[in-house]
């Protein structure tokens, strides 16, 4: 035991054995947690034991005790509780923003969590009505662009496409780059959006976020916005679709029946 090269690892270890292998339904023993850090070649003591999980639970984990015939430890509470998970997951496949290949990776590192056995329960499949993934790897870097620019003040640069009927990506403004301030992010109609001011043409603009690519934060500074002038949430309200145009009054009449099918007080 002295003279193993892990010793001082052995703490560590143990704190990963228990995030990873336990939880309330799945306990480890004492023999058990021994035979664990077996395979990470570290030898331990159950006397040597007591006192690293005593540690553990000084340093704040929450280590509860279940006793039967002999004594089993196992991790009570995390950062997210598995229905937190879970919920984090669905919002996650069910995004339009993020590809197939993204939301495998996030849901691997969710996943990471919790314990192997809970981790089981969030591989699974959310479908939804018409909503279809995103082809657009690169959206999800955009956004991170995104919040850099507007944290720093400073304009943003992206490209700016369509699909053709073959899914291929066809530039808008010939391939040359969209230079705007980037105002705030939000979220419409199961879509991403940017607004931006355009002092070019003093006004507010919208982009869908997974129709952007190669976006960079500039050293620009970024336009002044004249709050006066320019509401943003009013901008983003009266944004139907997040598609600008005239504003009208419009009355709608709707049968009884729709009155709990759509959602009018929204309207």
Same mark, same amino acid.
């Given at each position: 035991?002295?003279?193993?090269?892990?010793?001082?690892?052995?703490?560590?270890?143990?704190?990963?054995?228990?995030?990873?292998?336990?939880?309330?339904?799945?306990?480890?023993?004492?023999?058990?947690?021994?035979?664990?850090?077996?395979?990470?070649?570290?030898?331990?003591?159950r006397?040597?034991?007591?006192?690293?999980?005593?540690?553990?639970?000084?340093?704040?984990?929450?280590?509860?005790?279940?006793?039967?015939?002999?004594?089993?430890?196992?991790?009570?509470?995390?950062?997210?509780?598995?229905?937190?998970?879970?919920?984090?997951?669905?919002?996650?496949q069910?995004?339009?923003?993020?590809?197939?290949?993204? #939301?495998?990776?996030?849901? +691997?590192?969710?996943? #990471?969590?919790?314990?192997?056995? +809970?981790?089981?329960?969030?591989?699974? +499949?959310?479908?939804?009505?018409?909503?279809?993934?995103?082809?657009?790897?690169?959206?999800?870097?955009?956004?991170?662009?995104?919040h850099?620019?507007?944290?720093?003040?400073?304009?943003?640069?992206?490209?700016?496409?369509?699909?053709?009927?073959?899914?291929?990506?066809?530039?808008?403004?010939?391939?040359?780059?969209y230079?705007?301030?980037?105002?705030?992010? %939000?979220?419409?109609?199961?879509?991403?959006?940017?607004?931006?001011?355009?002092?070019?043409?003093?006004?507010?603009?919208?982009?869908?976020?997974?129709?952007?690519?190669?976006?960079?934060?500039?050293a620009?500074d970024?336009?002044?916005?004249?709050?006066?002038?320019?509401?943003?949430?009013?901008?983003?309200?009266?944004?139907?679709?997040?598609?600008?145009?005239?504003?009208?009054?419009?009355?709608?009449?709707?049968?009884?029946?729709?009155? %709990?099918?759509?959602?009018?007080?929204?309207?």
């Open positions: 035991m002295a003279g193993s090269p892990k010793l001082k690892l052995k703490l560590l270890y143990l704190m990963k054995i228990l995030l990873e292998k336990t939880d309330a339904q799945n306990p480890l023993t004492i023999n058990e947690i021994i035979a664990e850090l077996a395979g990470y070649g570290v030898s331990a003591e006397k040597s034991l007591y006192i690293d999980i005593e540690t553990l639970r000084e340093f704040g984990l929450d280590i509860e005790t279940t006793r039967s015939k002999t004594t089993s430890y196992y991790i009570a509470s995390r950062k997210f509780e598995l229905p937190e998970l879970k919920l984090l997951v669905d919002a996650v069910s995004s339009r923003l993020i590809t197939h290949k993204k #939301s495998d990776e996030l849901i +691997q590192k969710l996943a #990471s969590l919790t314990s192997i056995t +809970q981790a089981k329960q969030l591989k699974r +499949q959310v479908y939804v009505s018409g909503r279809a993934k995103s082809f657009n790897e690169a959206a999800y870097y955009s956004v991170d662009a995104v850099a620019a507007i944290n720093d003040g400073k304009k943003i640069e992206f490209h700016y496409f369509d699909y053709d009927v073959n899914k291929n990506k066809v530039l808008r403004k010939d391939g040359d780059f230079n705007a301030t980037p105002i705030t992010m %939000c979220w419409d109609e199961d879509k991403y959006y940017l607004v931006t001011y355009s002092a070019e043409h003093d006004e507010l603009r919208n982009y869908r976020v997974d129709r952007m690519s190669d976006a960079v934060a500039l620009e970024a336009d002044p916005i004249d709050p006066a002038k320019f509401d943003v949430a009013a901008h983003i309200k009266l944004s139907f679709g997040m598609y600008n145009g005239k504003i009208i009054r419009a009355k709608l009449l709707f049968e009884k029946i729709l009155a %709990c099918t759509v959602d009018i007080f929204s309207l």
